[in-house]
């Protein structure tokens, strides 16, 4: 575990919840003699998202917290889908939040072991090779009223189905031709039970076994005898698992299985966030047909978009903390994730002035060539990290909206004959406005300063109300500056889309990026790398973009606006 997890403050006050609750009683009754052991168990079909950090928290956390261990696991068991590409990604986002797994595995690992578990399965009488094709076994499996018939191959004597089954694996069948299904009960009122597949032949090269078998077990065959092998303790899984949860029993039961070496499945709900999808089918598909950039495009809930976008794992961790677990499926406004960054980025970020739509202010009595160094402190939360000096000159850039030609009413900003500061230096006043000819367009402002107004008031008291941000004209750094928006514009787009019969890509939201150019920001921020975000004063948070950017042409994401000005928005808010 990375020491700097474990410093997360919210990591004690998460309390006690229902799986917590059921290691604690594991733990009085010397059920695993004192054993911790979890695993996070991803298949590598594409890259994680925030709902995979929700389980990662969770695995890693409850390892860390009771001094157990957390592996790895691949679940690589469908090879069509599988990535190496996706192997690497998955293994730094999981350590970029800030974990470390205890073994690193893949349940191809087990291919053999699982093989022989299911010989054991059959010599038991416990297996049986069927041939109904795949949709006569669905047509057979009976409703959840109905009970299911027996297939025609489920009374073969042990020999004639070992026979069969060591031919499945040595390749003597078609794909498809047959399967090993778990003998149990066709009437089982759970339908899970009734006669599970366990194999099926597929030629397939694995990235992993490459053409070593053609056989491949199914998720319920390889899962929880994989967590047996490892010696996992508490198999934490998804509701939707919940009734795989008697064959995970039966299969382990099968086997002889008993604690302190036998796993038990605990299942928790699923993170839904709103104004996204979450399937990795559904993201995949966005990278693939072009709707983002990239599976780290920042408008994505995957982890790396999320990197890329300037969330520090630490916030993402406290999110997942604070959510908690429970065993009802809900849905978690973003606007929960993104208090949990504010907190974190207020905190931590550096302070910084970025004019992101400028307009010129010509300060008229401040000497021409002139060129003040201004100290400025980097982060008012914390005073440790120091201060950093800002040109101050005649000529200087402030946000066009900072300006209103005919002020409305409480408008503290710059209008003619108004007085502001500037942040961290003097008081200014506008004195004359200069337009375009043709379009009448405000071009430049004029100005004065008042010499005795650095330290931020002056030898007669008087007072300003708004204070701007600024850069020096002949020292800015031009910029681009991505603002983003929410990927979808309704809350639910797949069940939406399913109940109106339409591709979810129709509420796709066409104003999810706006891209400002022409940017000036101050000059430090040219060194600026990936993986530090900033707080532009005033605006929100911005951090470098990861692929982008280059000294020669910086490239900014926003993370996240100072306040929820999208609540405002919507409640006809909105404020100068
Ligand atoms: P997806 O549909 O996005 O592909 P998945 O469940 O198939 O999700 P896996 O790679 O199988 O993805 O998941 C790895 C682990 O992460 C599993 O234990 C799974 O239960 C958990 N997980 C996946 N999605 C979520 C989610 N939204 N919330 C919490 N845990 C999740
Ligand atoms: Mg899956």
Redesign the pocket.
């Known amino acids: 575990m990375n020491s700097e997890s474990t410093h997360d403050s919210a990591r004690d006050s998460a309390g006690a919840d229902f799986i917590r609750a059921i290691i604690d009683q594991h733990m009085v009754d010397g059920t695993y003699e004192g054993r911790v052991h979890t695993r996070?168990?991803?298949?590598?079909?594409?890259y994680?998202?925030?709902?995979?950090?929700?389980?990662?928290v969770?695995?890693f956390g409850i390892a860390e917290q009771y001094g157990g261990k957390c592996n790895l696991r691949f679940?690589d068991t469908n090879p069509e889908k599988e990535e190496m590409e996706y192997i690497q990604s998955i293994q730094e986002d999981v350590r970029w939040l800030g974990f470390e797994w205890d073994g690193l595995y893949y349940a191809s690992d087990y291919f053999e072991q699982l093989y022989q578990f299911a010989e054991t399965l059959i010599q038991k009488g416990l297996a049986y090779v069927c041939e109904l094709s795949a949709d006569q076994i669905r047509e057979t499996r009976g409703t959840p009223t109905e009970a299911g018939s027996n297939s025609p191959f489920r009374d073969r004597s042990v020999e004639e189905n070992l026979d069969l089954f060591r031919r499945m694996r040595a390749g003597e069948f078609p794909d498809g031709s047959k399967v090993l299904r778990a003998k149990i009960d066709m009437a089982a009122p759970n339908i899970t039970m009734r006669d599970p597949v366990l194999y099926r032949i597929r030629r397939q090269h694995h990235p992993n076994t490459g053409d070593a078998w053609c056989i491949y077990p199914t998720y319920d065959w390889a899962h929880g005898q994989s967590d047996w092998i490892e010696g996992i303790t508490h198999s934490?899984?998804?509701l939707?698992?919940e009734n795989h949860r008697p064959l995970y029993d039966w299969c382990l039961d099968a086997l002889g299985a008993a604690v302190p070496n036998r796993p038990r499945q605990i299942e928790?709900?699923?993170?839904?966030i709103g104004y996204t999808v979450?399937?990795?089918?559904?993201?995949l598909e966005l990278v693939r047909e072009g709707h983002v950039s990239g599976w780290d495009d920042p408008r994505m809930p995957t982890i790396c978009g999320m990197r890329r976008r300037g969330y520090p794992p630490e916030a993402i961790r406290s999110f997942c903390r604070a959510i908690g677990v429970s065993k009802t499926n809900s849905q978690i406004d973003i606007a929960m994730l993104e208090f949990h960054l504010r907190e974190d980025l207020n905190r931590r970020a550096s302070r910084v002035m970025a004019v992101l739509d400028p307009i010129k202010v010509v300060i008229e009595n401040y000497p021409e060539g002139k060129v003040e160094q201004i100290e400025a402190e980097n982060n008012p939360e914390d005073p440790t990290t120091g201060t950093r000096m800002l040109p101050f000159t005649r000529e200087l850039y402030i946000e066009r909206d900072d300006f209103r030609e005919d002020p409305p009413k409480k408008f503290f900003r710059l209008s003619p004959g108004s007085e502001v500061r500037l942040k961290h230096t003097y008081y200014i006043t506008c004195t004359d406005v200069v337009k375009d000819p043709v379009t009448g367009a405000v071009t430049e402002l004029r100005c004065t300063y008042d010499p005795e107004s650095a330290g931020g008031s002056t030898p007669d008291g008087r007072k300003v109300k708004g204070t701007l941000h600024w850069v020096s004209a002949a020292h800015a750094v031009d910029a681009e500056v991505r603002l983003y928006d929410r990927l979808f514009s309704v809350e639910n787009p797949s069940d939406q889309a399913a109940r109106e019969d339409v591709d979810y890509k129709s509420f796709l939201n066409p104003q999810s990026l706006q891209v400002l150019t022409g940017c000036k920001v101050e000059p430090g921020l040219r060194e600026a790398t990936a993986g530090t975000t900033f707080q532009f004063l005033r605006q929100g948070y911005f951090c470098p973009d990861s692929r982008d950017s280059s000294p020669e042409r910086p490239v900014f994401n926003r993370t996240v606006s100072l306040r929820d000005s999208w609540a405002k928005i919507e409640q006809g808010g909105g404020t100068a």
Request: aromatic fraction near 8%; include cysteine.
């Open positions: 996070f168990p991803p298949e590598p079909n594409g994680l998202h925030i709902g995979h950090a929700k389980s990662i969770l695995n679940d934490i899984c998804t939707e698992f928790f709900a699923r993170l839904n979450m399937s990795k089918r559904r993201l």
